[in-house]
């Protein structure tokens, strides 16, 4: 088996030209059998190609000299510098010497046989496949940026960078109400390559990228507005824009009923009933409204009915006739 490196690094067996180091120093290994079967393997940044197919990296895959080998679309295998296997020669020699001697039996037949031979007539297949995907490859001198909103709205333009050269990405104007834009992904679901906002990319074709969005978080605390109450109550977080309930009261004071939230101490802001609905936009403080002897009080206890004056004795201090 002969192996030859291929690559822009000097010391390969085949050195590709290329000054905008798209193609690695060593960038793939042709390996011929002596059988004349040949395999390549992909070892570079930028991706190795055959008839347009990217293939899969450190992993051998068979080719054959019909097919069109070319390297992160900028240069393309010339198989004249790949020389022919010794057993391929012997091969067609062979081959030959076969073909000869059938020729000779044939014409041997025919002699003997006066019946009219009607020649078999083969149809020639010619593929075109490489030829046109080449033909693609040279037509090819810019990569396309999409962006995808991704549930948000507003305009971001296609992006046309040119072949060779870095993409900076574009800053993001995508908004979501209730989200903070986070970045780019290559997937709609944030499982593919992320990429911050202005990335800067080394492009191989074409590539879509998907907005990436985070529910923005707010928080309910709740304030018990009285010196004696009993229980705690954590703060609660609510996304921004979803309709959340909030969470039932768990505040107790002696004396005292718990009557609704407001968010003023005393009373004269807006009110909620426990366990109400609310859609925030912004962390919301409650101070728990309670009430004693049927008044609302904030942590103050009731006062005393006054007592009934003793009713007085007409005849107290009076002396008898």
């Known amino acids: 088996m002969k192996s030859y490196s291929i690559g822009r690094d000097n010391a390969c067996d085949i050195v590709l030209n290329d000054q905008s180091d798209v193609i690695s120093r060593r960038h ?66 062979i081959g030959l010497g ?9 014409v041997y037949f025919l002699r003997e046989d006066s019946s009219p031979v009607e020649p078999e007539v083969t149809p020639v297949v010619v593929d075109t496949t490489a030829a046109v995907e080449q033909e693609k490859q040279a037509e090819v001198t810019t990569y396309t940026v999409t962006y995808d909103p991704n549930g948000g709205q507003g305009s971001v333009g296609v992006q046309q960078v040119p072949v060779g050269k870095k993409a900076g990405l574009v800053e993001n104007t995508f908004t979501r109400d209730g989200y903070d834009f986070v970045g780019w992904n290559t997937q709609a679901d944030g499982q593919g390559t992320a990429y911050e906002d202005k990335a800067i990319l080394d492009l191989t074709g074409d590539i879509t990228l998907y907005a990436q969005w985070k529910q923005r978080i707010h928080k309910i605390i709740f304030v018990p507005n009285a010196r004696k109450v009993r229980n705690t109550m954590a703060e609660q977080e609510v996304a921004e ?43 919301l403080t409650l101070y728990a409204q309670w009430r004693a002897n049927g008044k609302t009080q904030n942590d103050k206890p009731a006062e005393p009915e006054p007592e009934p004056e003793e009713p007085q004795n007409p005849d107290k201090g009076l002396g008898r006739f």
Do not use: C
């Open 98 to 106: 076969v073909a000869l001697i059938a020729a000779v039996a044939l």
């Open 241 to 283: 824009g979803t309709d959340t309930e909030i969470a039932k009261n768990e505040f107790q004071m002696n004396g005292f009923t718990f009557v609704g939230w407001n968010t003023q101490p005393d009373g004269k802001g807006t009110a909620y009933t426990d366990q109400a609905l609310v859609n925030l936009k912004e962390d």
């Open 28 to 93: 793939a290994v042709l390996n011929v059998l002596d059988s004349g079967k040949m395999t390549i393997t992909d070892l570079s940044t930028n991706g190795t190609y055959i008839n347009g197919q990217k293939i899969t990296s450190n992993v051998p895959v068979p080719v054959s000299r019909k097919d069109t080998v070319s390297f992160a679309h900028v240069a393309t295998l010339d198989w004249s510098m790949v020389p022919k296997s010794g057993k391929m020669k012997t091969y067609l020699f």
